[in-house]
Structures are given as C-alpha cells and as structure tokens.
C-alpha cells in the first residue's frame, strides 16, 4: 500500500507517532502540531524530521490544511474538561474550542481523510449533567463527533481500553474511535455500543493476553473504621479493617490481579540503576501512609500515572516497595501508638520510591530508543507522561483501523509488543 500521509494533532511527546511506528503501517506524519513548548522540545528531540507547527489548531486556516493533503488524523484532544477531578464542562470549557473548530473544518476539506483515530479519556463519552428534558447521557462533544462523522460518511467504532488487557500492569482506562471512510461497516462493529475490550476478530494468545475487564478492576472505596487484624473474612463491612485506607474489596481484588499470569510482572518494567533519588520523603511518608498504592516488582498491577505524579500523591499513580522481604502488614499494624519518628523508622523500612520516568515510560509502550531532552526536569517529565497515551494499544488500534483484521502480537523479552 501506499504510504500514508499522517497529520498528528494535539502531538505531545509523540505518543501517537511511536504507535504509528510499532503499528509497521506504512506512513509519512506529514506534520505534527502542539502548543505546548515542552512537549514539544520532546517531541522534536525523539522526531528531529518530522515538521512540527508549534501554534493552536485554530490558527491553521481550512487552505494550509488542505494543502498539508493527509488521510489519517491522530489526536488526543485536551481531556481537562472532561476528567472527574475536572469541572467537567464538555463543550463550555474554552480548551474544547480547537476540537470544535477541527469538527467545523473536517467536512469543508477538499479531501476527507481516509483513517481517524481519537484518543481521550473515560469521561468523554458521557456527559457530566443530564438535561431535565430527557435522559441523554451523550457528551455534547462526542456527540457532534459522531455526528460530523457520519454526516461525511464514516464507519466508526467507539472503545473503552487499558493496557491491562495486553498484560501490561498497568490501568489506564482510556476512550478511544477508530473510523474509516468507506461505506461497509467494520466486520467488528456494534453500533451505538463502547466496545471494552478488542475486537474477537483479532487473533490474540488467550493465555498470555487474558482480557481483564477494567470494570471490574475499579472499585469505590467506602468509608470505613480501622480494625485490628488484617482478614478481610474477619471484619464485617461496618467496622472493615484495613492496615491502610483500603476495603476488604480492594485487598481481594489487588490479590487476584498480582496472582493473573496473564499480566506481566512490573519487575519486566523497571530501570537497573540506582534510583535513591526517587525513595519517599520522611514528610510524605508520615503524612500519607494511609493513602499509598504500594506495589512491588513481582506485582501485575499499578494505577494510572497522572501527570500530578511526584508532586502529590493520592490518586495519581503508586510506589514501588523496594525491599520486598518486609511484610506490609507487619509495619502498618505496628504504626498506631508509635511517636512520629518511630513512625517514619519503620515506614522507611519498607524502601518506598516513585517509580521513574523512564520505568513510567517503558509501561506506556514507549521504546528504548525514545528520551527526554537533558534540561526537562523530573517534574516534567511526570506532567507529560502523565498527559500521554498508551502506545501498544494506539498501535493495536490502529492496525484494526487499517487493515480491518488484526495479526497476531507477542511479547519479546524486552516488553516490546511485535506484529
């Protein structure tokens, strides 16, 4: 086939184009376009040829668009006004005004492209506030998505996904559409239906690549008493036990995601070096104790990396425990009646540190080749993994986009996904 002519929208550090690259689709990213400077001294140092426009998509009139003369847009549209810590404000957030006007622009093209793919994340699909008039719970944004879709004669086809179902130990349910300009639908499609895993054409080692349903990996926390033994068979629901601020639930449910062999060990995932520079402070050990997601190198899973990651710590991502012949337990049960600084004694026991960028960078499919300019900090590095995509399931997608059916993908030794 002809190489196609890729146009990268809302690019970052490239995490569409890596995928473009696993997928070993023939293709030429014709330009790339962000606004963001960081992201984009990233990108350029991992893609030193690929033209890159540093200016809001609304700057690029409907002529230099045309004359750019793509057939496949990859995009992962700003996800602030559509995440649960957001205000959720759909289309009223002024940072959807690149996407509407992208929508505005599509149909007026002098050619349609021939492959969509969006990225963005769980929350896009539906709206944050149902009208009094009916019960609609289709984000406006995605609803004028599918809309202009169709109206240009698109088959389309909406998913929820996470690494976790390639066996990659990792969550990060995201939302993705594929579309392609042709009048058939996909052999996979289901019309008005979010797909949660891919599609069963493809061919796929059941045993090694187990779906995991992210449904059943998420689970509210209720609030709940302290008890003082760690059975969950033991603590009635009223006073649920938890060493740390866990349910009885999320104990069991983090014991059968570790014992999943269908997912990789977390240790295939992590740097050799010396990382001591990334050990939990004293502070935030005493501080949140309660509230760490603590993992070790033989677990399968670990939450999603925010791009808060390092800088805050409840819900943005989990810790490695790195000396993994401590029990967990046995220290946080012998916390309560310590001064602080026989709290902070035994915390440090267990040898907790963030994970790396680079290990962050090697769970989200990025290759070893791909790096950060010498001048990002740490912290920035975190802020723009934390705003990044999965790049095996991009690629996956992709593929599916393209070719309809999908080869069958192994793991090499180094965690790479191969077609």
Known sequence: MEPLRVLELYSGIGGMHHALRESCI????????????????????????????AKTIEGISLEEFDKLSFNMILMSPPC??????????DMTDPRTNSFLYLLDILPRLQKLPKYILLENVKGFEVSSTRLAACALTLSLSRGLLIETLEACGFQYQEFLLSPSSLGIPNSRLRYFLIAKLQSEPFPFQAPGQILMEFPKVVTVQPQKYAVVEESKLRVKRTEADICVDGSSTQCSRKDTFLFKLETPEEIDRKRQQDSDLSVQMLKDFLEDDDTDQYLLPPKLLLRYALLLDIV????????CFTKGYGSYIEGT?????????????????????????????????????????REIANLQGFPPEFGFPEKTTVKQRYRL???????????????????????????????????
């Open 26 to 53: 023939p293709a030429h990213v014709v330009a790339a376009i962000d606004v963001n400077t960081v992201a984009n001294e990233v990108y350029k140092h991992n893609f030193p040829h690929t033209h890159l426009l």
């Open 80 to 89: 602030q006004p559509f995440t649960r810590i957001g205000l959720q404000g």
């Open 296 to 303: 070790k190198p033989t677990s399968r899973r670990s939450m």
């Open 317 to 357: 991502g989990s810790v490695l425990q790195t000396a993994e012949d401590v029990q967990i337990e046995d220290i946080y049960k012998s916390l309560a009646d310590l001064p602080p600084d026989e709290k902070i004694a035994k915390l440090s026991m267990l040898k907790l540190r963030y994970f790396t960028p």
């Open 385 to 419: 993994l934390g705003n990044s995509l999965n790049v095996h399931v991009v690629a996956k997608l992709l593929t599916v986009c393209v070719n309809d059916l999908e080869v069958p993908l192994t793991l090499d030794s180094n965690s790479k996904i191969l077609s």
